[in-house]
């Protein structure tokens, strides 16, 4: 299982609703809106958490 890095919630590889590659990594998505956020700002997501 792979975890949604928008709504951290759980999504099968083979079963998501979309797919982004960022730096080299594949991130997996449980609705193409949460893809759409990603892809506006991926770093909001899979950088370093804001204090």
């Given amino acids: 299982m792979a ?3 928008v709504c951290k919630m759980s999504v099968e590889p083979a ?3 979309a797919q982004s590659t960022y730096k080299g990594r594949t991130y997996y998505f449980c609705a ?3 893809k759409q956020k990603f892809d506006r700002e991926p770093e909001k997501y899979v950088g370093e ?3």
Avoid: I, N, R, T
Wanted: with cysteine; hydrophobic share 35%.
């Fill in 3 to 5: 975890v949604d890095p």
């Fill in 15 to 17: 079963k998501a609703a």
């Fill in 32 to 34: 193409v809106g949460c």
């Fill in 49 to 51: 958490p804001q204090p």
